[in-house]
């Protein structure tokens, strides 16, 4: 009968992993035990096989992984993490003084708004003269507008900041691309560069400052970094960083960064 | 019985009793290992897998549920991990090259170096092997490879991971190990019994 046809060596030697794995059915595993009981080779060559692949596992993998006592990894990750947050709400929370004035600063404003509302409702009559009325406005416009330019200011300050970081992380420390051999995986980068890109609009527009001018001019020679950056794949040849590392030496973007954010920083008026 | 995974964070996200607890205990072990995959250094691992999941509890009510938990995490996890290699390819002592050249400083740290320096070679040498092996194999038979040895999983389960047929994952197995095994005919003698 074909079923009862001794297996060759070859035969059982191709069906060693199978036999491992238990995924030969019970008429071939009868065949490849009986070969095995008549042949030391292919007997030894199983062992062999056997044990290689029993070796493969978990432990091979993850060699520490079984020291790990996890219960107590657990309830030391769930303290931490409510350690961590109690810390947060504290920071958060104000003083007892502000907490103290809060009711009286809120009263306060209250009449404040309350006088502005019978201000309004009074005759002509008793409203202040239009030219005394007109130079408080002027100087609370300009307040509001001098605020804005300095928090563009400091904006921008932070964005170039964020940006000379992001260009240091890459082209110092890139990480090495796992799906690709010499490549490097960009992609938080990318990401982050198309981040920045968004918030800078944010800033322009109130930068228009006679001593604003500098700090423009960079932000916009950023501009054309970080694009290239967004545009990078998700693994980066060696050659594209390189490249990007010239950019940014033969530009002195980064020297530029820390003198144009000192500057703004330090309370300066003029960059 | 136990909550499904977005069960659970909803849970975790309503400050429910314990939730937290059952999340942390439901990914560790998997976070580990994609830790490890990063980092392969064990405390860096660990450490990684804490902070992820320090980040993850104080971000909980920024969760959306669009993607899986698990996945959240993931990213989370994988981010810290990339700023940890940054780090540490700024201070190159620590670096990964060091570890696997049997960096002194990461040695005390194995318990295995207690049975001798010759026996802990021939482990690091055989699972730079098995590593070498695995990552040489097609997609498909290094998953399916992976998921029957590293994840210890079923073939059935593999089948319904993979969303593919059983058979499919059967001769992938077969032809993986198979490929394996001759990789590691050239380290036989370093392969000891199980348990050994």
Sequence with gaps: MMGRTPWSCRRTRGRLTQSFYRLLGSRRQGAFDRHLQACPACRAEWEATRTALQRIDSATAFPFESQVDWRRFTR???????????????????????????????????????????????????????????????VSAESTRSLQHNVARQGAARYLRDSRSLLVS???????????????????????????????????????????????????????????????????????????????????????IDLVTRTVEGGGSRV | M???????????????????????????????????????????????????????YLARHRYRPDSHPYTWVSRILANHCLDML???????????????EGNPGHEVIDERNRDGPHREHARREFRRRVEEAVSGLPETQREVFTLRHFEEMSLEEIASARGCALGTVKSSLHRAAASVRKSLRQVEGLIEEPGQ
Aim: aromatic content about 6%; hydrophobic content about 40%; charged content about 30%.
């Design chain 1, 76 to 138: 030391e990750t769930v303290a931490k993490a409510r350690q961590a947050e109690s810390a947060r709400e504290q920071k958060a929370l104000p003083g007892p003084g502000w907490r103290g004035r809060r009711p009286l600063l809120a009263w306060g404003g209250s009449l404040a708004a309350l006088l502005v509302a019978l201000a309004m409702m009074l005759p002509r009559s008793f409203r202040p003269e239009a030219p005394q009325t007109a130079r408080p406005i002027a």
């Design chain 1, 170 to 256: 890459l082209i110092e420390a890139p990480v090495r691309c796992r799906r690709a051999d010499g490549a490097y995986d960009l992609s938080l980068e990318r990401e982050r560069s198309r981040q920045l890109l968004r918030k800078k609009n944010l800033y322009l527009g109130s930068l228009d400052g006679p001593g604003d001018q500098r700090l423009v001019d960079l932000v916009e020679q950023l501009e054309a970094l970080l694009l290239q950056v967004s545009s990078f794949d998700d693994c980066t040849t060696a050659r594209q960083i390189h490249d990007l590392r010239d950019a940014i030496e033969s530009r002195q973007i980064l020297m530029r």
């Design chain 2, 2 to 56: 136990a909550a499904d995974d977005f069960g659970l964070m909803e849970a975790v996200r309503a400050d429910r009793e314990g939730a937290f607890e059952q999340f942390v205990e439901r990914y560790q072990k998997r976070l580990y290992r994609l830790a490890w995959g990063y980092l392969r250094q064990h405390e860096d691992a660990l450490d990684a897998v804490q902070e992820a999941m320090v980040k993850v």
């Design chain 2, 86 to 100: 940054r780090r540490r390819r700024a201070r190159p002592e620590g670096s990964l090259e060091g570890w696997q």
